[in-house]
């Protein structure tokens, strides 16, 4: 049996859809809270069950975990921590599938906590015998609330002069969620058989950040004018409206990862696991 963390949520929706699809026999249990809505199973042709708890308090994940051989935490990352020591002290030989991030990869120190939490999980994994694999999505997009391709969209949709900073030059890779939901089902399929403990995930192609600006302004119609602004007085702006905000709004990191190239590749997982991402301009058509 497997126990699922986050098959609501927006990319673990586009997994169950592959899962039925697919005709997944193996007896499925997801973990959700009480207030969870669970109109999207109705009728579902897979062998699942749901248990009620917080991802959040041990005694819960323990009464989840009970019987199951593997685990798939699709949940927020930043709530890992327990889960990966509940594991561990059920001292069992259980398959850990932990949806991570990119962000691992950057040279922001705001984003350090992840690569400090991911290196505590594999001291355990390590220490208990774990088999594990980090699943790696680059900035997963495809709905009007994914927080990433959307806000700019909408943007461009509301501004006919765009700036940009260092020319849009730094490379980008987002990944559509329903790949992203095939590339889970691939490495859940293929476990027994994984080459390597972690998987990046992204599109089909490298792009600047002009270049995908042009591709969302293109489809929409937009008929957008890009504008570069120095990068030094984009600095001072975010820094500003910080100040100003008694620190509330914090833009800082999120200016200095538009000008860090972002493009990992995904060869690993193409060439081992077979996965082919639709193109960036197919899903941005369909989204807009």
């Known amino acids: 049996m497997i126990l699922i963390t986050g098959l609501t949520g927006f990319s673990g929706s586009s997994f169950y859809k592959v899962l039925c699809r697919e005709n997944y026999k193996e007896k499925i249990r997801v973990l959700v809270r009480p207030t969870t809505d669970l109109k999207m199973f109705e009728n579902s042709p897979l062998n699942i069950e749901f248990i009620q708890g917080d991802i959040l308090n041990k005694e819960s994940l323990k009464n989840a975990i009970k019987g199951c ?62 088999p594990y694999v980090f699943i790696r999505p680059t900035m997963i997009f495809g709905s009007t609330s994914d927080r990433n391709i959307s806000v700019f969209v909408n943007w461009l949709r509301k501004f006919k002069v765009f700036p940009i900073v260092k020319k849009g030059k730094a490379t980008i890779r987002p990944v559509h969620h329903e790949d992203l939901a095939e590339a889970y089902y691939l490495i859940l399929k293929n476990f027994d058989n994984l080459k390597q403990t972690e998987y990046i995930v992204s599109g089909e192609r490298d792009m600047t950040l002009l270049e995908m600006f042009k591709i969302i302004s293109e489809k929409g119609g937009f008929k957008n004018i890009f504008i570069n602004i120095p990068f030094p007085l984009a600095k001072l702006a975010v820094n500003s409206v910080y100040l100003l905000s008694l620190k ?24 081992e696991l077979g996965f082919t991402p639709t193109s960036f301009e197919e899903r941005i058509a369909k989204m807009i």
């Open 248 to 271: 509330r709004i914090d833009f800082r990191e999120k200016l200095d990862r538009l000008t860090e190239d972002r493009a990992y590749d995904n060869a690993v997982i193409k060439e």
């Open 69 to 130: 051989d593997t685990v798939f935490h699709i949940a927020a990352k930043d709530l890992a921590r327990n889960l990966v020591e509940t594991i561990a002290e059920e001292n069992r030989h259980i398959k850990c599938i932990f949806v991570s991030s990119t962000i691992v990869y950057s040279n922001y120190y705001r984003t350090s906590y992840l690569k400090t939490d991911e290196e505590y999980y594999v001291k355990i994994f390590k220490e208990h015998n774990l």
